[in-house]
Structure formats: structure tokens, C-alpha cells
Nanobody
Framework: QVQLVESGGGLVQAGGSLTLSCVASGRTRSNYYMGWFRQAPGKEREFVARISKSGESRYYTDSVRGRFTISKDNAKNTVYLQMNSLKPEDTAVYYC??????????????????WGQGTQVTVSS
């Protein structure tokens, strides 16, 4: 089992920045693919970003590419999401997720095995 705990959410004005962190504990000896998803009220959970086990490969949804950066520190069992130039439409609960083995659908929540509890990001206009 792996436990994931997100932090760093909050209220920010449009154009501002936030950095989310996700700390993994438990069976972290097995390295994981890590992803960030978000869910706005009344909407489905959507893919935001993903990073490979080594950290060399990164994937983003189109709406955040160029503004958000995913990174990881394997020594600290932590994955980050640096969010710049935030927009009101980025408002959502952001979730960290861990994937043991890639089956080909990195953008789908069903790909991931473990989830954090989420952290709220609110961007005011």
C-alpha cells in the first residue's frame, strides 16, 4: 500500500502561482509513475500532468502545457506541481496519484492505483 498526501493548495489571484506537493509513504521502495488530476464542481476528474519513474518523461494536458511543471524528488518520495499564470478555470480540487505499471492510458484515472485526498486550488479573477 502507498499513502499519498497533498499540500500547497490555496486561494490565489489570476496570474499568480502555487506549488503543490505530494508526499508518498508506505511501499515507496517500488518506484511509481506519478500523476496530477483535478476535479472542478460538477465535472469529471481530469488529467493534468504525469511524470515517469525516472523523471525524464513528462506529459501535460493541453490547457496547462507551458504554465504547469511536474517534477519529482525520489529521495524525498515527493512529486511537485508548479503552477504559474493561474486562471480562474484552473480552480479545482487537485489530486496526486501513483501508477505501479503503465498500461497505456496515462490520462485516465483508471490507470492509477493510489490516490491522495486532494487539495483545493481556487483562482480568483
Amino acid at each position: 500500500q502507498v499513502q499519498l498526501v497533498e499540500s500547497g493548495g490555496g486561494l490565489v489571484q489570476a496570474g499568480g502561482s502555487l506549488t503543490l506537493s505530494c508526499v508518498a509513504s508506505g511501499r515507496t521502495r517500488s518506484n511509481y509513475y506519478m500523476g496530477w488530476f483535478r476535479q472542478a464542481p460538477g465535472k469529471e476528474r481530469e488529467f493534468v500532468a504525469r511524470i515517469s519513474k525516472s523523471g525524464e518523461s513528462r506529459y501535460y494536458t493541453d490547457s496547462v502545457r507551458g504554465r504547469f511543471t511536474i517534477s519529482k524528488d525520489n529521495a524525498k518520495n515527493t512529486v511537485y506541481l508548479q503552477m504559474n499564470s493561474l486562471k480562474p478555470e484552473d480552480t479545482a480540487v487537485y489530486y496526486c496519484a501513483a501508477d505501479r505499471s503503465y498500461i497505456g492510458t496515462y490520462y485516465s484515472p483508471s490507470e492509477y492505483d493510489y490516490w491522495g485526498q486532494g487539495t483545493q486550488v481556487t483562482v480568483s479573477s
